[in-house]
């Protein structure tokens, strides 16, 4: 299950690709993770789909990434007693914590939390920015408000705050339920929803510890104005553009997203870029000619990951789309310009001996043009600074521990194997080269470079760069 591409691929599942069959013809068509929405479905729907991709892992024995996303907190408007209003430019609106089904003068919004945070010209956001709000007063349990913008508002729509930091932790009680049968089940990945502050972080990684890796959802713009903090915490981070683009004015998003790439890719820390990627997929079998380009965007810049959502989860055609983003990406790859784009936004190493270690392996694949790098790692640290530097030829990063490859399974460039610990430097070339033809990475009488850390079992002490000539050994 060799992929000829470096980007990966994180698929939805949903009620669309609920299956067996399903889930593995989307493994072979080309996701390489597979996200559990918990903002949907039940514990025994999840856990059976877990159980299927753990299946097809063991049938095919290629170790695959599954991604528990939590829903995180989810600000709403109360009911209507007709169930609907219309609201009209310039009226007086107000939004408070009676539960009193609500009118067109009035609807509840029992969250104080907001209140807490309000502010006279505060602007409030219903239902993805289709009706938006002005605060001319407020108090504890209040907002008397101006529509701005009309429109009608329905039971239980959708509040966003944009441009407030509120005061509440991105973790429910759903998620802290979730997250605890998420990590009981073995998920590799976690995905923080509604993340504001680095503070967020903290408490997550309380909860989680070292049995997954986070991935920080950068859906508020709040985060955005501490992202260099929020990314050094997170493992990993999502361009969660669906949430980001209600409460930001679109022009602003591509910047944004660039930007995100850009100081994730810095700090090695693998980037996802998700929402509405191919999005008319979900009734076409063929995307639009933007959605093809907005992908391809995302790999010329450099991204680990393209998502699909809906797509994947509940379209009329998942095993297109993702047959169809793994041929953009493919596509993308093949461009000499995509390995320019790359080599130019590079950025400097960090003054360590693992950077300076795998600085030294991008430049020695530059030069030799080895058929592959292969990087000993006991936790992934090796890999994603090997994977931080984009070289050009694939990595092949072998690890004694079956997670650590499916969480590699996200990062760029990395092809992970499970093997045992090995003894010495011997052992690990004669073990490197063996896999790499095994693998069909390298063929005898080709290079590989091997980066390992000496002592071997020691996490993040990555001190050694080896060259290695594949031998015609028995395999």
Not at 239 to 246: E, I, K
């Amino acid at each position: 299950m060799k992929r000829d591409r470096k980007a990966k691929i994180l698929a939805t599942l949903g009620p669309a690709s609920a299956s067996d069959e399903m889930i593995r013809a989307l493994f072979v068509e080309g996701a390489d993770v597979f996200r559990l929405n918990f903002s949907h479905g039940t514990h025994s729907d999840h856990a059976r789909r877990y159980e299927s991709i753990r299946k097809i892992e063991a049938e095919l024995n290629r170790p695959i990434g599954i991604l528990l996303d939590l829903q995180g907190p989810k600000l709403r408007v109360g009911t209507f007693a007709a169930g609907k209003v219309q609201l009209t430019a310039g009226a007086s609106f107000r939004l408070d914590l009676d539960p009193t089904p609500g009118d067109a003068s009035r609807a509840p919004l029992l969250h104080p939390e907001i209140f807490a945070a309000l502010e006279a010209g505060t602007e409030l956001l219903i239902d993805d920015g289709k009706v938006r709000l002005r605060v001319d007063a407020c108090g504890p349990d209040f907002a008397q408000t101006t529509v701005l913008v009309p429109g009608p508002v329905s039971d239980r729509k959708g509040v966003n705050v944009p441009g407030v930091v509120l005061p509440i932790s991105p973790l429910t009680e759903k998620d802290r339920k979730d997250l605890a049968f998420g990590l009981e089940l073995g998920v590799d990945w976690v995905a923080l929803s509604f993340v504001q502050r680095p503070e967020d972080l903290i408490e997550a990684r309380k909860l989680v510890g070292d049995k997954a890796w986070i991935m920080a959802k950068l859906e508020k713009p709040s985060a955005i104005e501490q992202l260099e903090e929020i990314i050094e915490l997170a493992d990993g981070v999502m361009v969660a553009r669906g949430d980001l683009g209600v409460e930001l004015p679109p022009e602003q998003l591509p910047q944004i997203q660039r930007r995100i790439v850009r100081i994730a890719r810095r700090l090695g820390k693998p980037v996802v870029v998700a929402t509405q990627m191919l999005e008319s997929m979900i009734e076409s079998p063929v995307p639009t000619r933007a959605e093809a380009s907005d992908v391809a965007t995302a790999i010329y810049d450099g991204v680990d990951a393209v998502m699909l959502s809906a797509e994947s989860a509940s379209g009329k055609f998942p095993l297109e789309a993702v047959s169809m983003m793994n041929r953009i990406v493919c596509q993308v790859e093949k461009d000499p310009a995509y390995r320019v784009g790359i080599d130019a936004t590079h950025t400097p190493a960090q003054t360590t001996t693992q950077d300076a270690v795998c600085y030294a392996l991008r430049g020695v694949a530059e030069v030799i043009q080895p058929a592959a790098t292969i990087t000993y790692t006991e936790s992934g640290f090796t890999a994603l600074r090997a994977a931080r530097e984009r070289p050009t030829t694939p990595i092949l990063s072998l690890t004694p521990h079956f997670s650590s490859a499916r969480r590699l399974a996200m990062v760029w460039g990395i092809h992970a194997i499970p093997f045992g610990q090995v003894s010495g430097i011997a052992d690990m070339v004669m073990l490197a080269t063996q896999v790499a033809r095994r693998e069909t990475f390298a063929q005898p009488g080709e290079n590989v470079v091997i980066v390992a850390g000496l002592p071997f079992g020691r996490t993040g002490s990555t001190n050694l760069l080896h060259v290695a000539r594949v031998d015609d050994v028995t395999l």
